[in-house]
């Protein structure tokens, strides 16, 4: 069937908000309002504002309440509308999310489900369109995953709600268009590995996300310019598929990190310290790294597109890895 | 029948005693804390609740074991009043896992779900949005339970105090606020702090019912309470009580406590509510030397019985340092 990657969420909502009456939806706007992104539209018609929760711009009380709701049994769901609002809520995340069951010698788990559109692109400048999930996966406790295909929006939910700790699923805002194939029957997913999107032997694209489209598109490039290039797509940024990742370099002797986050104490420069903890010696050249410009993101269109990865970007650098240049 | 005395207006005699030996527990307790904190038994933060026992001692006595409580680092009164055993507590601040929480949490973090306690948080404010969680909870699967929220003044100044209110309010959950206001939030007086220090004028204005009572008297405290905590269970939405006391001793034991004068200190000790419950009691007949004696005895047995059972504790094995960062018990790196 044909969808989009914003009907597949709806999609996995529905389902989760049928077959398990302790699953219910709570955020800004995604009632009545029918989601910022439209994710929920229709969801508060048919399972009703005891479940389709409208939420008070208060990320802390409203994320917390997640919390606490998720201690006593229930599955919440918590929207929250941009990434950037996610620091109203870091002491809960934080503090609590993450915390509570060490902390309780195993007692309190927290079943939460926090989805967060995410990234830039959008001409929305620099307070709505950072991309920062890498901090979250920072932290020990959370499980932080970032669909990048539609399989994946369609069917990670269900796995995260299954998770009996909590899960934050990074949705790239500027993937709620896209559209394509899904099959009938898709449903849950995996949220441990990372898949090899496209086979390759020259070079490692490592990538998640947002920029998982962009980097498919500079591997075809690649290959019209004589580079055979694998696109690793991390899906979950922690606990990392080190493994995947790990074989890929391996094979190919070469790697280039695509991640739209900032580069300095980023998700990229982990992996880029782990490919050299481990497989050092199978490098044939220095990791390189693709990220956003270490800049708040800028409104008008020309400086934030050279803030961000692009497909030309990600193609010079391989090429400077591989070392054809020209 | 002659009587000199209205029967109706004097107090039981069980309910007092039952009182009177929560809180010296709790005080006893404590004191012995300061004695294994100082001989380097035990460590981290200490914030003790002494001079603040009346109102964990009242206001568990009138929630059910089916609410839910949801606690501060100035825990240890609430976790001994909701039942948790003192050998539980004192293991934890020994560190142990035989402690109520492993040993993971130390006295800022005690947890029994056995008794719906969901722990003592360390973040002014921070606990008030899982209390929201909590209650909704219970709301959404038919249940009557209140969620009990401790918290400080110092709670009020916090954006998450108002985000809470606000929406517990809005949501009409059953979530009973009870603000210790022992006025001061570390060494800043409340009225350094806040710019109304009318705390439940401030509440109010959340459309939510609340009022303030004399935190010195237990029973003043646990009737409060039980009203509170009846119309919340009755689906009257959140409630707001203002419970107005002192602690005795410094914010934590690395405190030197330079910021209160000796003055005031003494004019709240004065005002003890040990020994305020005791004089009531002897005012009406209803406390001997004997039981006063049987009280001490009795918890000063099961305050040492818990230091025993904590010091013949086991230590985890660093081995296991990362169980329980993820429900599968295994690290994820």
Redesign the interface.
């Known amino acids: 069937m044909k969808t989009t990657y914003r009907e597949a969420i709806r999609a996995a909502l529905a389902d989760a908000l049928e077959h398990d009456e302790r699953v219910f939806l709570v955020g800004e706007d995604v009632g009545r309002y029918g989601g910022c992104f439209a994710v929920s539209l229709g969801l508060l018609e048919q399972f009703g504002p005891e479940r389709i929760r409208d939420a008070p711009l208060s990320e802390s009380a409203f994320v917390g309440a997640g919390i606490g709701a998720a201690m006593a049994g229930m599955r919440p769901i918590v929207e929250i509308m941009t990434v950037n609002f996610s620091l109203l809520a870091l002491d809960q995340i934080m503090n609590n999310a993450a915390s509570l069951l060490h902390m309780s010698g195993g007692q309190c788990a927290v079943p939460l489900v926090l989805r967060i559109p995410t990234g830039g692109g959008r001409q929305v400048a620099a307070q709505h369109s950072h991309s920062l999930e890498g901090w979250f996966a920072h932290i020990p406790g959370l499980r932080v995953v970032t669909p990048a295909t539609l399989e994946d929006a369609r069917g990670m939910l269900a796995t995260a709600l299954d998770d009996p700790d909590p899960v934050l699923i990074f949705e790239h805002a500027s993937l709620y268009p896209m559209t394509g194939e899904l099959a009938d029957d898709a449903g849950a997913v995996d949220l441990d590995n990372a898949v090899i999107r496209r086979g390759g032997t020259d070079i490692s694209l490592i990538t998640y996300g947002g920029t998982l489209p962009m980097t498919l598109e500079a591997a075809d490039k690649l290959q019209d310019a004589g580079v055979d290039a694998e696109v690793v797509d991390l899906r979950t940024l922690r606990p990392l598929d080190e493994k995947t990742v790990l074989e890929s370099v391996a094979r190919t002797h070469r790697a280039v990190i695509v991640d739209e986050g900032w580069r300095s104490g980023s998700i990229s420069a982990e992996i880029s310290a782990r490919i050299t903890e481990s497989v050092f010696y199978e490098l044939d050249a220095p990791v390189a790294r693709v990220c956003s410009a270490e800049v708040p993101m800028p409104y008008a269109r020309q400086l934030e597109q050279a803030a961000l990865p692009s497909v030309e970007r990600i193609v010079a650098a391989a090429r400077e890895v591989v070392g054809t240049h020209g | 029948m002659t009587t000199t005395v209205d029967a109706t207006r004097m107090l039981d005699r069980d309910r007092g005693l039952d009182l009177l030996r929560q809180m010296t527990l709790i005080r006893r307790f404590e004191e012995k804390c300061v004695e294994l904190y100082s001989s380097g038994t035990i460590r981290g933060f200490v914030h003790l609740y002494i001079g603040e026992e009346a109102i964990a001692a009242g206001a568990m006595r009138a929630l059910t074991t089916e609410d ?1 409580i949801v606690s501060t680092y100035r825990e240890h009164g609430h976790a001994l009043a909701r039942g948790i055993p003192a050998r539980a507590v004192m293991a934890e601040m020994f560190g142990k896992v035989e ?7 130390g006295s800022m ?1 005690l ?3 056995d008794t719906r306690f ?2 003592g ?1 360390a ?1 002014v404010a ?1 606990g ?11 709301s ?2 038919g249940r009557k339970a209140v969620t009990a929220c401790f918290f400080g003044d110092g709670a009020v100044a916090e ?2 105090f108002h ?2 209110l ?2 517990a309010a ?2 009409g959950l059953p979530v009973l606020f009870l603000c210790e206001n022992n006025l001061y939030a570390m060494g800043t007086a409340l009225d350094r702090a806040q710019a109304q220090t009318d705390l439940a004028l401030r509440a109010s204005s959340y459309e939510m019912p609340a009022w303030s009572v004399d935190g010195m008297d237990v029973l003043a405290v646990e009737d409060a309470t039980r009203a509170a905590a009846e119309a919340v269970r009755a689906g009257g939405g959140p409630h707001f009580l203002e419970l107005r006391t002192y602690r005795f001793r410094a914010h934590s034991l690395y405190d030197p406590d330079r910021y209160r004068q000796k003055d005031e200190i003494r004019q709240w000790v004065q005002r003890d509510p040990l020994s305020a419950l005791k004089e009531r009691m002897q005012a009406e007949d209803r406390l001997t030397d004997d039981d006063v004696a049987a009280i001490e005895q009795d918890v000063t047995a099961e305050v040492a019985d818990a230091v025993e059972y904590a010091k013949a504790g086991h230590e985890e094995p660093v081995t296991s340092l ?7 018990d295994g690290a ?2």
């Open positions: 839910a402690g109520c929480s492993g040993g993971r949490g973090h947890f029994d779900l969901y722990g948080n973040i921070g008030l949005p899982l209390a929201l969680g909590l209650a909704l909870a219970d959404m699967k954006g998450e985000e809470a606000n929406l809005l949501w990362t169980r329980w960062v993820y429900s599968d994820r790196p």
